[in-house]
């Protein structure tokens, strides 16, 4: 999927990227190819490198498989840029990279990459080995080769998740201007090469750069972290920055060019810690100086407290889903728009500028926070040039609430130290750290952009992994996905076997009376042979007697001579002439051995179960099925077999959600009813007690959702939840995602009708990804994004190769208006007599409150959004319909 952002290089086309998965166990099908998929992910960020994914692609660690591929992506499709993954390490297999000499007697063989690039590029070779020996000593033993094939940069990756990610942000900075030069881009290059020349060049340091006290950091330092200054002089650790540094690189002058880029010294893994060269601004938090860009390159922001002080930067932008995501951590700022966080560093930076309002900024600009672990946190403003959207008491009534949030989060740094990716960590927490207690501070408009129904489903498809893959036996692989190739052990048949019940002849003796000189039945091998003359009597199935090499059947035959009792044919007339093989099958004729009967991918079904049956496979490795766990928020919720109470309804949201999941044969797990406030109170002599939210449905704030979902993630492969995700204020799932189990959430609104808060989100926990769904509270919602957006992705956890829903064409019984979103109808599909394509009939008021729309539907109509020139199609026209039922 091309991303929308905007290209580093500013060119009219993307950069076209292929990335090459390079594994035997990846290819195979025994592990989740997770570093290509990440660094798919990383090429896509507008924030990054922006670029589009034309080729991906998995192959073995063979020498010419990887050779092919790489000619291919370069010569044929014409890339701009690939990026291998694997094969750079020291095993006997590793061989992507090296060039060796051929000597075929010695067994050596040649390497992949040199055998295709024309030109190497050894710098870039060296800035991956010098970055990876600051992070682990054990960098030393990746071979990486970058080159030039044509116009195509090939650049090697370690096979890890980690490794590769901080080898691509390692040459980050020089990608876009090395894709340049070989686009032959002359005035990207040019405005690049003068951008260089003129600036000044650094100072040879001659001594340690002084130490700066913190109360005199430049102002473009965002909150600051300091000790107390007994803690300073133990540590030794002084300021980082170094005003007169002015070192500038390619990625300077394209953040100068692109506001929206963000440098890459501060790009970091969910599950990592900050990577040397991160700048750093907390005193008693190790790191180094990193690249600092000038003020005259790129231009600053307001920096605010991250949720983790110990991985604090400041990066210009970032993301728009981190865009998204960070604020929700900003619950107490009364404008949602400018609140944005660096993706993965987990800053907040908020966008202010005005040149009115500067002076009061200065005004505010050092106002310290004491804490309770000697640490000082204060805000440090610096507005850019642009038009102001805020008055000062705006910005005096925003900066307050700033406070509110650093206030919340003392001592949180020492809690996380990371975008959690620890299973233990994330389980642990049973209270949840959002705020709920400002209600009128409470966003007006949702922080997160509306995304096309198209992005928002290759999204889900791009973020689900395949789930791996377990020994079963043949009698449960109803609906399970083979991950391996299934070969015959036997000949089918295993002997020559008659087609139909007739006589056993031989075809040179033509028509005429024959003595039968026996029987042949199936499951018994004659033992008699067919002379000229004679022939045997034979059943379907039988096996044919030797001598014969022809079958007659009974139909072109007539009895001449029985026995006297009736119980036996002694003598019959053959009417016709056979030939030889005559309804008759060889050895093999159905199924040879050795020939694979069942392909790895294939989605197994009765007749499936039956030749497993038949070429006597009895276990079979499958992928395993997704664990699904579904729960309802809300604290007007009741159990369906409760009575009704004021104020109350029945949940009917999980009841549909798990059908439809065990519909699709996957297992469930009912979580039950989780609310959304606090309960109230009941006191007994001077005692009290808070009622269990599992046992009466009564609500417990954040604290229950998120043990629920803790519940949910132990247990399960996906975690669907209803409610909860729109604007109300108490609504609370998207912060519990974000602020307590830092779920990377991927879009948090699509634009369509039903479920437009429909919002998906995944979490890697010790390297196993777990996918969350949250839908609409509203029935219809909830059912119609379960069918579009839940059972693809569960098609494709358990290894379904085309996991998307079937559509059909239909005709529209009435006429239907359009909504100004794209709409999924429900409809009912009906054949009439003779007509190639069915009609659909709607089941009426489409309102998603209203589940009764959901009876007898086995469709959903397509319907576009309504344009200036169509504002409702017509009785007889023909539309795509989706098929969620049976037909």
């Not at 506001?259 to 893994?269: D, G, K, N, Q």
Request: aromatic share 4%; with cysteine; net charge negative.
């Amino acid at each position: 999927m091309a991303s929308e952002g905007m290209i580093l290089t500013n060119h009219d086309h993307q950069i076209r990227v292929g990335v090459l998965t390079v594994s035997d166990s990846c290819f195979r099908n025994l592990a989740e190819d997770r570093s290509g998929i990440n660094l798919k992910d990383l090429v896509q960020d507008p924030s990054l490198l922006g670029g589009t994914i034309s080729a991906y692609k998995i192959v073995p660690d063979e020498i010419e498989e990887i050779k092919e591929t790489l000619i291919d992506w370069c010569d044929e499709k014409e890339l701009n840029l690939i990026l291998t993954t694997g094969g750079t390490g020291f095993a006997p297999r590793d061989v992507t990279p090296e060039k060796f000499p051929t000597f075929p007697l010695c067994g050596l063989q040649r390497g992949a990459t040199k055998e295709v690039i024309e030109r190497e590029a050894p710098g870039m070779a060296l800035a991956m080995l010098m970055g990876s020996l600051n992070v682990t000593p054990l960098g030393m033993l990746s071979r990486p080769v970058c080159g030039i094939r044509g116009k195509t940069l090939i650049i090697n990756l370690p096979g890890s998740k980690k490794g590769s990610q901080e080898c691509f942000q390692f040459i980050l900075p020089a990608l876009p201007h090395a894709i340049d030069l070989l686009r032959d881009a002359i005035v990207k290059v040019k405005e690049v090469h003068d951008e260089l020349e003129d600036l000044p060049s650094p100072p040879p340091p001659l001594s340690p750069p002084p130490t700066t006290s913190p109360h005199k950091q430049t102002e473009d330092k965002g909150v600051q972290c300091e000790e107390e200054e007994e803690e300073k002089k133990d540590s030794g650790v002084a300021s980082t920055e170094d005003s007169s540094s002015s070192h500038i690189t390619a990625a300077a002058i394209a953040a100068k060019k692109h506001p929206s880029y963000t440098s890459p010294a501060v790009i970091m893994a969910k599950d990592q810690q900050p990577i040397p060269g991160l700048i750093s601004y907390c005193h008693h938090t190790a790191g180094s100086a990193g690249e600092l860009i000038p003020d005259s390159i790129i231009s600053r922001g307001v920096q605010v407290l991250p949720r983790d002080t110990a991985s604090l930067s400041t990066t210009p932008s970032e993301s728009p889903r981190a865009q998204a995501t960070s604020r929700l951590s900003t619950a107490s700022c009364p404008t949602p728009k400018q609140i944005r966080r660096p993706d993965e560093s987990k800053g907040v930076a908020s966008r202010v500028g005005s040149l009115k309002l500067h002076r009061k900024l200065e005004e505010l600009r050092d106002h310290p926070e004491g804490n309770a672990k000697g640490c000082s946190l204060r805000v440090n403003a610096r507005l850019p040039s642009c038009s102001s959207t805020y008055s000062v008491s705006e910005l005096h009534y925003r900066l307050e609430g700033l406070k509110d949030e650093l206030r919340r989060n003392r001592g949180y740094n020492s809690r996380v130290q990371s975008r959690c990716s620890s299973k233990e960590n994330i389980l642990r927490a049973s209270h949840s750290a959002v705020d709920i207690t400002k209600v009128a501070r409470r966003h007006r408009m949702s922080p997160f952009p509306l995304t096309s129904m198209d992005k928002a489903f290759i999204t889900v498809l791009e973020m689900t992994p395949v789930l791996g893959t377990e020994i079963i036996n043949y009698r449960d692989g109803m609906g399970r996905v083979l991950a391996q190739d299934v070969y015959a052990k036997d000949n089918l048949p295993p002997f020559p076997a008659s087609v139909k019940d007739g006589y056993a002849v031989r075809a040179a003796d033509g028509p005429g009376d024959r003595f039968i000189i026996g029987e042949s039945q199936a499951g018994e091998q004659p033992t008699q042979t067919v002379m000229p003359g004679q022939v045997m009597r034979v059943t379907t199935g039988a096996p044919i007697p030797c001598g014969a090499d022809a079958v007659v059947q009974v139909e072109d035959t007539e009895l001449i001579r029985e026995s006297d009792d009736g119980t036996e044919e002694l003598e019959v007339r053959i009417l016709v002439q056979a030939r030889p093989g005559q309804d008759i099958r060889p050895i093999g004729h159905d199924i040879k051995r050795g020939e694979c009967v069942l392909a790895k991918g294939t989605h197994m079904g009765p007749s499936e179960i039956g030749l497993l049956a038949t070429v006597g496979v009895t276990e079979v490795e499958v992928n395993k099925f997704p664990v699904v766990a579904v729960m309802s928020t809300g604290n007007e919720l009741l159990n369906p077999e409760d009575d009704l109470l004021p104020g109350k309804i029945r949940d009917s949201n999980r009841s549909t959600l798990l059908a439809t999941i065990q519909e699709h044969g996957y297992p469930t797990i009912n979580l039950g009813i989780v609310g959304d406030k606090k309960p109230d109170v009941f006191k007994e002599e001077g005692t009290q007690s808070f009622q269990n939210t599992a046992e009466t449905g009564l609500p417990d704030c954040p604290d229950d959702l998120l043990n629920a979902l803790n519940e949910g993630i132990s247990r399960a492969d996906v975690i669907i939840t209803s409610g909860g995700v729109s604007m109300g204020e108490k609504d609370y799932l998207k912060q519990v995602l974000d602020i307590d189990l830092h779920a990377q959430i991927h879009f948090g609104r699509v634009f369509m009708k039903p479920g437009l808060p429909t919002t998906f989100a995944t979490l890697d926990i010790d390297g196993v990804r777990k996918i969350i769904f949250a839908l609409p509270g509203n029935p219809v919602s909830a059912v119609v994004t379960c069918n579009l957006f839940v059972v693809p992705a569960l098609r494709k956890m358990q290894g379904i190769l085309d996991p998307r829903p079937t559509i059909i064409k239909a005709r529209l019984s009435c006429d239907v208006k359009l909504d100004p979103r794209p709409e999924y109808h429900r409809c009912i599909l009906t054949w009439h007599h003779q007509e190639p394509l069915p009609w659909a009939q709607s089941t009426g008021n489409q309102m998603s409150s209203r589940l009764m729309s959901m009876r007898s539907a086995n469709g959903l109509l397509m319907l576009p959004p309504k344009t200036e020139q169509y504002v409702e199609l017509h009785k007889g026209e023909v539309v795509d319909v989706m098929v969620i039922g049976r037909l």
